[in-house]
Every structure is written in C-alpha cells, then in structure tokens.
C-alpha cells in the first residue's frame, strides 16, 4: 500500500503510530509518500520505507490533519508550510482521510480568524499581499508575510524556496471554489491552503468521543 504522509502536528502522531506498528509487525508491506522535508526525516527515522511521487504517481490513501473543516469537508490546510506538496499527494490520492479535533471545525472557511495561507514566489512578493489582501477586502481580509519564527525576524521560507503570505479574514469565504480561482489566477502565486472536495472522510475528535464526518 502507498500511504501519502502529511504534514504537522497531527500529521506527526500519524506518522509515529505508522512506525510504531511496522515495529510490531502489525503493519507491513507499505511505503510512505512524504509532503515536507520535516515528514521525510521524521519517518526516516522510524525505518518507514519512503518513495517519491515521481515513483507512484497513484497512491491509495493519505492521511493528514487540517486546520479548518466546513460542513462540506472542505478544509483550510498549509499552516504547516507545506500546502503546496500536501496537495499534490492528496490529489493523487484515492483515499483522503483528514484527522482533526473539534475545534478545527467551522460553518464557512475562514471562518476561525487563523491564517489562510498563500505560497508565493519571492520576486515581488509584497506586490502579491497587496494584490491578495485587495481581492478579499470585502471580508476584512488583513494579509501578513510569514516570519520563521526563530527570532530573527526573516520570511519564512518553504521546502520549495518560497514565501507564505497568510490572510487574515473577519468574516468567512463565501465561495471557496471562486476564491481559490482568483487566487490561482494571480501571477507569482504558487499554490493556496482551501483543499475543496478533496477530503473523502474527516475523523473528529472532541470531549464526547470520535465522530467520523463522510460525504
């Protein structure tokens, strides 16, 4: 089996119990397809037997986190950094199975305050959060170059050499389809964090057990 790998902190329990098993010998026979260079050496070092996309280009299932999910199973993901490698595998996947706990749910996506984000080249990048903060200014979208957060106040820059501008939104995406293309259609945008129909089942979890949210 060709399990795609994700990417973040529920991505890295995943990616644990995954070694634990194959440890165990409960598991066998599987090769993980890994969505950031963090997931790479993490199962690396777990002795999870890693491919390429290039090498199977056709994966049976990938699990991962999000940071947001509609009632539609539409998701908000990147704020990991790795959006553009996760949707890659997950496209190519299928089966798409999203772990999160309750409070990533939301009845519109954006809807959490917490950033959506954006990957975008480096040329010209403070060109492209203008442009991007103007295209949703109706939402009182705020858009924020991310820092790397070790204190040193430089971009953070992602495992394909990129920017993240993240975007703030007081009130909710109202079409998630429509944005992403205007989003897309940008020049010097790379990829963006809404994953729209992608998800073939979420599993969340809260204080009165695990509910599984299918479509």
């Known amino acids: 089996m060709v399990l795609g790998l994700g990417t973040g902190s529920t991505a890295a329990f995943v990616v644990d119990k995954l070694g634990q098993l194959l440890s165990t010998g409960q598991l066998s026979n599987i090769v993980g397809i890994p969505t950031s260079k963090r997931t790479q050496e993490q199962a690396a070092s777990l002795n999870i037997p890693l491919s390429t996309l290039d090498l199977h280009p056709h994966i049976d299932l990938a699990i991962d986190g999000a940071d947001e999910v509609d009632p539609n199973l539409d998701l908000v993901k990147g704020r990991g950094g790795a959006l553009l490698r996760e ?30 984000p954006v990957e975008v080249v480096q040329f010209c990048w403070k060109y492209n959060l203008v442009r991007l903060e103007g295209l949703f200014k109706e939402l009182g979208c705020e858009a924020k170059l991310r820092l790397s957060g070790d204190g040193r106040e430089k971009p953070y ?4 050499g990129n920017y993240i501008v993240d975007l703030y939104f007081k009130n909710p995406i109202k079409d998630g389809f429509a944005a992403g293309k205007e989003i897309s259609a940008m020049e010097g945008v790379v990829e963006h964090g809404l994953f729209l129909g992608m998800a073939t089942s979420v599993i969340i979890a809260g204080k009165t057990g695990v509910e599984v949210m299918t479509k």
């Open 87 to 116: 949707k890659m595998v997950e496209a190519a996947s299928s089966s798409f199975i999203v772990v999160a706990d309750d409070s990533k749910l939301v009845s519109g996506l954006g809807g959490s305050g917490l950033a959506m």
């Open 157 to 160: 820059v992602t495992d394909n």
